[in-house]
């Protein structure tokens, strides 16, 4: 059996070769070094955290959940136990190599002492430079970002441009709305601007950053999407943009739902970035990346008493996202004094004392190119976890596999899939063996395994 099926899997590599079928969208060498990251954190923390007598989280995000009424004023934006080493210590424990700030949410509160007056006119008033915390223009952005450079964390920013209820913005337009007070009228050109010249201070002032967010993609805001490719090209060439503008080489996509659990297959490639589970005929290499929370009822930012999803959800969390060939990112929610709850450290830390325990050793492996793998002992094992990645350097190829095992009265399937991308993880059922085969019977290109284990945990 085993003979039979490294015939066919060197006929059908034959034949991919034969017809040419190499050339594939290939990822860009940043967008390659993002997808081994495989796991990063989400730092929500914006105006929203203060209050804290308001359920509805998306209190500032007109037309996506929220319905506004007033606005905040600065002075109340006082994390009095602020610890930004307390946050990135959370994200280091689960795992996280990169990590994104709500640098400015919906509410439009700028956690920078942002200064936009030069290159708009416009005195843009509603940030940390009206707050009396800590004396008043404290930089919580340049404490993130050198929390972060601290513990190895690579940084990253998220920047709303989509909605602003400072400026009374909703889905990237000027709204023609009687204003609250603390809101300032302003137009859609004067917007555009505004925008630009954000990202602008967050883009040079704070050096490298690994991931720029644009929440709901960058081009809602009418006749400036080319200008913040642009920008990122010439500030951040090296960044990964999530839902970027234009043919960034560095677009990455949402992966279409916020539960943490995905739909199978996901692949690398898809039409023209577009958000959901990609497609193996894609045009372009835009990995998807999954964001979920912590929190149930899909709560970003805290609120006293709301319960935690527990580990085993975030376990099936992470087979479906990292073990399904995207990235995951988890949510931070710190609370209203500026520190992440007990609680919720304790899971992070747990969480991610399960992944090392787990897929740190496996009990065989191997690697290499072509269609059939094997992995082969004198005496038994038992394995209940199957892990492959295949090297995307030149593209992603694999399009059908499945692995077997032998067993006392002959030979079963294991499991079968479709992608593997960077890696695909499954639990199985307890199998006991001497002998697990990979076999490859669909891809677009020569397969190339870095990984192919099993592991038991």
Known sequence: FFLLQMASSTLLLLLCTLTLCSSLPVPSPDVLAWTKREIGAMFSFDMITMLTNESNTQYFCIGVGGEGGFLPTPELFNPEDLDLDNWVLAAASFGAKYAVLTAQHCSGFSLWPTDVYKATGFNYTYSTTSSFFRGGGYDLVGAFVSACNKRGILPG??????????????????????????????????????????????????????????????????????????????????????????????????????????????????????????????????????????AAFDMWFWRPGVPLRDLSDLQQVYYDSVGQNTNLLLNVAPNSTGTVDAEAAQLYAQYGSW???????????????????????????????????????????????????????????????QSVGNKFIRPVQPVTTTNVMLTITSSLSSPNITLFAVYNC
């Open 157 to 294: 920013i998220y920047y709303s441009l989509n909605q602003n209820y400072y400026l009374n913005v909703a889905g990237g337009k000027v709204l023609n709305t009687t204003l609250v007070p603390g809101q300032a009228r302003i137009n859609q050109t004067l917007y555009g601007e505004i925008v630009l010249a954000q990202l602008g201070e967050l883009w040079t002032n704070y050096g490298q950053l690994a991931e720029i967010w644009f929440d709901g993609d960058c081009k809602t805001v009418p006749g400036i999407s080319q200008q913040i490719a642009h920008l990122q090209a010439s500030l951040q060439p090296h960044a990964i943009a999530f839902q970027g503008c234009g043919s960034n080489q560095n677009n990455i996509r949402w992966v279409g739902t916020e539960s943490g659990k995905p739909g199978y297959p996901l692949w690398s490639t898809a039409q023209d970035c577009a958000y959901g589970q990609g497609s193996p005929a894609g045009n372009v290499f835009c990995p998807a990346e999954t964001d979920t929370v912590l």
């Open 355 to 417: 992944i090392v325990d787990c897929f740190s050793k496996p009990l065989l492996q191997t690697s290499g190119e072509g269609t059939a793998f094997y992995l082969s002992l004198d005496t038994p094992i038992t394995f209940n976890h199957v892990v492959i990645s295949e090297d995307q350097t030149y593209g992603e190829t694999i399009t059908d596999f499945y692995v077997a095992a032998t067993l006392s009265d002959g030979i079963v399937n294991v499991l079968s899939g």
